[in-house]
């Protein structure tokens, strides 16, 4: 099909449909004499005669009723899909792959996507948890969320949550024969709850500030956990002390259903980031998942 032949052919349905130039150039705002050029140059390439045109009206002839009737309702179609394609663009879907701590995604992504995805059904998200530093272009991810320390040299970062701590933790039940520890140095004579970090394979290490005063002390214990979950849920129950961010643990803190300990030596975690590849354009529904969380400038 030439160049224009759409134009054309709409110019000459609406023409038809008036039964009048006049009118039907009003509607298409264009002027009369450009309207009755373009149908005379839609006649000259298709050598034949579309329109009778009298002193009083306009009416189609049999190759242009023809024409009418097999094409305006097409034209119609093309209409509709192309409004529809505009509701897409002011309307977010399609499906997006994010990778993301444990604790990040009960703490952080559910509470703002609850309500996202009530009001866009046409979003899908996968989260897949891990605490490995995943790479997120050869996995296919569109976004990975993890604290600011973790943010790689070639990635941009949008602070999506704000700063918080880590704490160590044990139920009342694990402190009834034993003292609790006054330094980070103490945690050598306790049952610590360990995390297995898939990365490299090792246990994390806890990591502990005071003032000019950085170290970091190599627990042990009976379990290893690779989850947070998990490592809450053995703490609940007396197994062992463990370190997990402050979010999850306060709100068991403020029941008594856990005691915290060195307070004063657990350091704040680096804001929580969404990390996507530097260059890239993110899908249609993470740029707007980004504007509606809160996130701040990219880093």
């Known amino acids: 099909m030439q160049r224009g032949y759409l134009d054309d052919l709409s110019a000459f349905v609406m023409v038809a449909r008036e039964g009048s ?21 839609l006649e000259a390439r298709l050598k034949l005669r579309l329109l009778t045109r009298t002193t009083r009206s306009v009416s189609p002839t049999a190759a242009g009723e023809r024409l009418l009737r097999n094409v305006g309702p097409r034209l119609e179609e093309i209409a509709a899909e192309l409004a529809a394609l505009n509701e897409l663009r002011e309307k977010p879907f399609g499906t997006i792959r994010i990778t993301a701590t444990e604790y990040a995604t009960t703490a952080i992504l559910l509470p703002k996507l609850a309500k996202l995805l009530r009001s866009y059904p046409d979003i899908k998200v996968e989260i897949i948890n ?30 999506i949550a704000p700063d918080t701590r880590m704490a160590v933790v044990g139920a009342p039940s694990y402190f009834r024969n034993r003292s609790e520890p006054t330094k980070p140095q103490d945690l050598v004579e306790h049952n610590c709850i360990n995390l297995r970090l898939p990365t490299y394979g090792g246990l994390y290490a806890w990591e502990f500030e005071k003032g000019s005063r950085e170290l970091k002390v190599r627990v042990d214990g009976q379990l290893y956990f690779n989850t947070t979950t ?22 068991h803190i403020n029941k008594g259903r856990l005691r915290r300990v060195l307070a004063d030596w657990c350091p704040r975690i680096p804001a929580i980031t969404s990390t996507t590849p530097a260059g890239d354009n993110p899908p249609q529904p993470l740029n707007y998942w980004s504007k509606r969380s809160g996130a701040a400038e990219p880093r």
Not at 21 to 41: D, G, M, N, P
Not at 230 to 251: C, F, I, R, W
């Open 230 to 251: 998990q490592m809450l849920h053995a703490g609940l129950v007396g197994l062992g002390l463990t370190y997990l961010p402050e979010g999850l643990v306060l709100p």
């Open 130 to 159: 891990d605490y490995g530093l995943t790479d997120i272009v050869a996995q296919r991810f569109d976004a990975g969320v993890r604290d600011g320390e973790q943010v790689a040299k070639d990635m941009i970062a949008v602070r």
């Open 21 to 41: 130039f006049t009118k039907a150039a009003a509607k298409l705002r264009v002027s009369q004499s450009a309207l009755s050029y373009t149908i005379k140059e």
